[in-house]
């Protein structure tokens, strides 16, 4: 007579040997996405990246350096879920094309640009500095936007299962640049009402990553948590302040982006996520 082992037991069985597969060294991982992910004005600029402005040292380079794998880093400032699906940016393909059926991870931080999220930030800093041509979405456009996105976020996570039924997937949160609790500062040039939509409009991003990572079962580093207490103005940041774009081969930090302490900080909660 045959003798069934107990679901519970296969199940521990299948995804034992699932993780192995996936985090075994060499393996294909891909990393994309848009800024957030790239690291422009991170530690050394990728020269091979040209305007994309990937960094050597953002959170995919980081853990599979630690961890051995085999990155594919297609990530790109500006990049939209568009830019992932349909077309690539800088002479680049876009960005779904490296993700092949031997890839066993695969990453990505993308809708912030699809919202207007950073550029809303630009322009709120520039009014404030008396600028001309500073543009913000006005609140109908965000929330046409925001309604739209958890579809788009859906169809970058089924390419994906399409193309690498195997990969494992791990989406990436914004860190945030306004904190909950705090006032502005001279690196945050924003009004109290202007504030105060930035951080509804990062807590509405943050309640759409959740959503969809709950909805389509794939991993998510909760970079809103990770940044709480390290926003803008606090004493260590892991968000750049604000200045006027001054973009000179990816050398100089890009405001309201990552630094390197907000790039090592995701790459901890990637590893520890990958360690489960």
């Not at 699809?114 to 404030?128: E, K, T």
């Not at 925001?146 to 976020?153: D, F, H, Q, T, V």
């Not at 390419?159 to 949160?173: E, L, S, T």
């Not at 930090?253 to 360690?275: C, K, S």
Request: net charge positive.
């Amino acid at each position: 007579m045959k003798i069934r082992k107990p679901m519970f037991v296969t199940m521990v069985l299948a995804l034992a040997s699932w993780s192995a597969h996936a985090e075994a060294e060499g393996a294909r991982f891909v990393s994309m996405g848009s800024s957030y992910a790239a690291g422009p004005g991170v530690g050394v600029h990728d020269a091979a990246s040209v305007d994309c402005g990937r960094s050597l040292s953002n959170y995919a380079r980081t853990v599979a350096q630690r961890r051995g794998l085999a990155l594919v880093d297609v990530a790109c400032s500006g990049a939209t879920t568009e830019n992932i699906l349909v077309r690539g940016q800088h002479g680049f393909p876009a960005q779904i094309e490296a993700v092949t059926p031997d890839t066993r991870l695969v990453a990505f931080l993308i809708g912030g640009n699809d919202i207007g999220y950073v550029g809303d930030l630009f322009g709120f800093s520039c009014r404030s500095k008396g600028k001309g041509a500073c543009q913000v979405s006005d609140t109908a456009q965000l929330a046409q936007r925001l309604a739209e996105l958890p579809g788009k976020l859906d169809r970058v996570i089924d390419a994906v299962r399409r193309r690498a039924p195997d990969a494992r997937i791990v989406m990436v949160g914004y860190l945030p640049a306004v904190a909950q609790d705090a006032g502005t500062c001279p690196q945050l040039p924003l009004a109290p009402a202007e504030a105060e939509r930035m951080r509804e409009t990062t807590a509405r991003l943050t309640q759409v990553f959740e959503a969809t990572a709950a909805r389509k079962h794939v991993d998510l580093v909760r970079a809103a948590a990770l940044g709480t207490g390290h926003e803008v103005c606090a004493a260590a940041s892991y968000v750049t302040g604000y200045h006027p774009a001054r973009v000179e081969s990816w050398r100089e930090p890009v405001a309201y982006h990552p630094n390197q302490a907000g790039m090592d900080r995701i790459a901890q909660d990637l590893e520890a996520l990958l360690g489960k």
